[in-house]
């Protein structure tokens, strides 16, 4: 890649001999496209709260990456609607799913709850159902707008001693979200759960008994003790969950001992590299634990995290060893947990699959959209020699421009994604590419960075443009733009 004398001077004055090294014209690759260092700068620049410093020149490249192949798997026409692939992305969904089947038949086969355990929970008082219709009026309002809402409060008081049903006046009178479409009921909980002046009128109440209008910081208040016939099945679903905690916590306690799980001293050494250098390493067999008849390797701890938010991946190798290696052991009790589902046959039925499809193809459908790539004639377009890279090249760098220019974020790709068209396209990072980028950002500004940002030209033409384009390039995200 050509660079000008002077900014030559520059980075020998900062680098010295390291200068001379052979900077590579591309930081990131991804299906025969390329980033150079110069874009992936202005790609950094256009990431809200993103630093100049090498992770986050990795953790910009991984972006562009999948964002590319993502529209990539569209101007190809990639069969995303096989269900191969759609296991593949719902991976994390799929899994907590059967780990949720897994934990309902642990609950049924362990806790039984006869109808007079019901009761007795009921009649001791312990806990409480409770029916409430607010009208809002938070403290330090005006004398004004608390005396209005008295009185509207008490005009529903009115209403319902007159015989109508409450639930109906809570879904036309209340200021409570969580309960105004629920007839006002809240779910069983534990005396203390709520404000105490709340608590003090619900614990006063008799099985179906209304109260008077009272006040707490939210507002005005009317409540109402439902019946143990109105409330028997909240109850019986309140101890169920109750026990299912104590029976979750039994049997995860009690899997790495049956399983003899052992995390290895040299794990958080090796996660840490992985985070380094995850392109290089995501298919690697290195041991992190062993137990009874397996191990688990750093490719399973890899795709598990990629299922967790990226902001903890990206901080997952600046972990202390102790925190590494419990995270470790988690993940070794995840993976016994489904092994244990897998031996008594826990799977997923029609229903299942067809609200996870449901999901996805929404998700999907929401995304395309997003990268304006619903056109039918978008991956016809892709179809001439060159035409797709070009095509694809443009359609990625409109939408950081875009991003950058609304102020908003890039729209979320949903679920597993990323991962998912990683494994079925080639992709790359140059660490090498990646300096080069933060050398822009730490010697030029933004304006500098853009405007030295090579212009496209064929794959081989001299200048070692990597993007083909026969159309104007696409506006290069200006200083000061933040998605």
Not at 98 to 109: A, E, K, N, Q
Not at 163 to 180: C, N, T
Not at 214 to 240: C, I, N
């Given at each position: 890649?050509?660079?000008?004398?002077?900014?030559?001077?520059?980075?020998?004055?900062?680098?010295?001999?390291?200068?001379?090294r052979a900077?590579?014209?591309?930081?990131a690759?991804?299906?025969?496209?390329?980033?150079t260092?110069?874009?992936?700068?202005?790609?950094?620049?256009?990431?809200?709260?993103?630093k100049?410093t090498r992770?986050?020149?990795?953790?910009?490249?991984?972006?562009?990456v999948?964002?590319?192949?993502?529209?990539?798997?569209?101007?190809?026409?990639?069969?995303?609607?096989?269900?191969?692939?759609i296991?593949d992305?719902?991976?994390a969904?799929i899994?907590e799913?059967?780990?949720?089947?897994?934990?309902?038949?642990?609950?049924?086969?362990?806790?039984?709850?006869?109808?007079?355990?019901?009761?007795?929970?009921?009649?001791?008082?312990?806990?409480?159902?409770l029916q409430?219709?607010?009208v809002?009026?938070?403290?330090?309002?005006p004398?004004?707008?608390?005396?209005?809402?008295?009185?509207r409060a008490?005009?529903?008081?009115?209403?319902?001693?007159?015989g109508?049903?409450?639930?109906?006046?809570?879904s036309?009178m209340?200021?409570?979200?969580?309960?105004?479409?629920?007839?006002?009921?809240?779910p069983?909980?534990?005396?203390?759960?709520?404000?105490?002046?709340?608590?003090?009128v619900?614990w006063?109440?008799?099985p179906?008994q209304?109260?008077?209008v009272?006040?707490?910081?939210?507002?005005y208040h009317?409540?109402?003790?439902?019946?143990?016939k109105?409330?028997?099945?909240?109850?019986?679903?309140?101890?169920?969950?109750?026990?299912?905690?104590?029976?979750?916590?039994?049997?995860?306690?009690?899997?790495?001992?049956?399983?003899?799980?052992?995390?290895k001293?040299?794990?958080?050494?090796?996660?840490?590299?992985?985070?380094?250098?995850?392109?290089?390493?995501?298919?690697?067999?290195?041991?992190?634990?062993?137990?009874?008849?397996?191990?688990?390797?750093?490719?399973?701890?890899i795709r598990?995290?990629?299922?967790?938010?990226?902001?903890f991946?990206?901080?997952?190798?600046?972990?202390?060893?102790?925190?590494?290696?419990k995270?470790?052991?988690?993940?070794?009790?995840?993976?016994?947990?489904?092994?244990?589902?897998?031996?008594?046959?826990?799977?997923?039925?029609?229903?299942?699959?067809?609200?996870?499809k449901?999901?996805?193809t929404?998700?999907?459908?929401?995304?395309?959209?997003?990268?304006?790539?619903?056109?039918?004639?978008?991956a016809?377009?892709a179809?001439?020699?060159?035409?797709?890279?070009?095509?694809?090249a443009?359609?990625v760098?409109?939408?950081?421009?875009?991003?950058?220019?609304?102020?908003?974020?890039l729209?979320?790709?949903?679920?597993?994604?990323?991962?998912?068209?990683?494994?079925?396209?080639?992709h790359a990072?140059?660490?090498?590419?990646?300096?080069?980028?933060?050398?822009?950002?730490?010697?030029?500004?933004?304006?500098?960075?853009?405007a030295?940002?090579?212009?496209?030209?064929?794959p081989?033409?001299?200048?070692?443009s990597?993007i083909?384009?026969s159309?104007?390039?696409?506006?290069?995200?200006?200083?000061?733009?933040?998605?």
């Amino acid at each position: 890649m050509r660079r000008s004398c002077w900014f030559l001077v520059l980075t020998v004055m900062l680098a010295g001999c390291d200068a001379f090294r052979a900077h590579p014209d591309w930081a990131a690759q991804a299906a025969d496209i390329k980033l150079t260092p110069a874009q992936l700068a202005v790609v950094m620049t256009s990431v809200k709260g993103l630093k100049p410093t090498r992770p986050s020149g990795l953790f910009a490249g991984r972006m562009w990456v999948d964002y590319t192949l993502t529209t990539n798997l569209f101007a190809t026409k990639g069969n995303y609607a096989d269900s191969t692939f759609i296991a593949d992305v719902m991976w994390a969904d799929i899994t907590e799913l059967r780990g949720v089947r897994w934990h309902d038949s642990l609950v049924s086969m362990r806790a039984h709850l006869s109808p007079a355990a019901v009761d007795s929970a009921f009649n001791a008082g312990e806990a409480r159902e409770l029916q409430h219709i607010l009208v809002r009026a938070d403290s330090g309002s005006p004398d004004s707008v608390m005396q209005k809402a008295h009185a509207r409060a008490e005009q529903v008081l009115a209403r319902l001693k007159k015989g109508e049903a409450f639930g109906k006046l809570a879904s036309e009178m209340s200021d409570d979200p969580g309960s105004k479409f629920r007839d006002g009921i809240l779910p069983v909980e534990p005396r203390g759960r709520w404000n105490k002046d709340f608590d003090d009128v619900g614990w006063k109440l008799a099985p179906g008994q209304l109260s008077n209008v009272f006040k707490t910081r939210f507002g005005y208040h009317v409540m109402r003790r439902p019946t143990f016939k109105e409330s028997e099945s909240a109850f019986h679903q309140y101890l169920l969950k109750a026990a299912g905690a104590n029976i979750d916590s039994t049997y995860f306690d009690s899997l790495p001992i049956r399983w003899h799980l052992e995390v290895k001293p040299s794990a958080p050494g090796v996660i840490r590299s992985a985070m380094e250098h995850p392109d290089a390493i995501k298919d690697s067999s290195a041991v992190l634990a062993t137990y009874t008849g397996g191990t688990l390797p750093l490719s399973v701890l890899i795709r598990w995290s990629n299922a967790l938010p990226i902001q903890f991946t990206e901080r997952l190798g600046g972990q202390a060893d102790s925190d590494l290696v419990k995270f470790v052991h988690l993940i070794g009790q995840n993976v016994l947990l489904l092994k244990e589902a897998d031996s008594a046959h826990v799977l997923l039925d029609s229903d299942d699959w067809a609200a996870l499809k449901d999901r996805y193809t929404k998700g999907i459908d929401s995304l395309r959209i997003a990268l304006d790539v619903t056109s039918p004639s978008f991956a016809d377009s892709a179809a001439a020699p060159g035409a797709r890279e070009r095509l694809v090249a443009e359609h990625v760098d409109s939408l950081f421009a875009r991003t950058a220019a609304s102020g908003k974020r890039l729209p979320p790709l949903p679920f597993q994604l990323g991962p998912a068209v990683r494994s079925r396209y080639p992709h790359a990072l140059s660490e090498a590419g990646v300096e080069d980028a933060l050398a822009y950002l730490r010697d030029m500004n933004t304006d500098s960075a853009a405007a030295a940002a090579p212009k496209r030209s064929k794959p081989g033409a001299p200048g070692g443009s990597v993007i083909p384009s026969s159309s104007p390039a696409p506006v290069p995200l200006s200083p000061g733009q933040r998605p």
